[in-house]
């Protein structure tokens, strides 16, 4: 396991990249997770905005969705040490989601949205498997 060395007052502590990926990922699902999606009504007027060029309602959109991609990414898990390489891939699937959803023909945009993302995780993870074997 990849140690890093910080210094705390002269003192050297070794802490476990794991252990910090375990702390980073924690804050960023409690941001995630207090986010709750819109109610459906309100989801799909932004994203009737998002279809005419606003990206402040694709922002906020996104915003609100960022509890799936949590989520999907912790039912993946273990991450051993690539948990914000997955949450990049599936934060960029999200608003890849959000762009393309009004031309996609579809009328669920968090089906839509979960299988971008998942999509985008099991590419992640593949690449991560073939660098590992």
């Known amino acids: 396991m990849a140690e890093s060395f910080v210094s705390d007052g002269g003192a050297t502590v070794a802490e476990s990249t794991h252990s910090a990926e375990a702390v980073g990922l924690r804050l960023y699902l409690q941001e995630a997770m207090r986010l709750a999606p819109l109610p459906p009504r309100e989801e799909r007027l932004l994203l009737a905005r998002v279809a005419r060029g606003d990206a402040e309602a694709a922002d906020e959109v996104a915003r609100t969705r960022l509890g799936l991609v949590a989520e999907m990414v912790l039912a993946r898990g273990p991450h051993n040490g690539d948990a914000f390489v997955w949450?990049?891939?599936?934060?960029?699937?999200?608003?890849?989601?959000?762009?393309?959803?009004?031309?996609?023909?579809?009328?669920?945009?968090?089906?839509?949205?979960?299988?971008?993302?998942?999509?985008?995780?099991?590419?992640?993870?593949g690449e991560r498997a073939s660098r590992v074997a």
Do not use: H, K, P, T
């Open 87 to 125: 949450l990049d891939a599936g934060n960029l699937a999200l608003l890849e989601a959000v762009a393309a959803f009004a031309s996609s023909g579809e009328a669920d945009f968090e089906a839509y949205a979960a299988r971008r993302i998942a999509c985008a995780l099991d590419e992640a993870i």
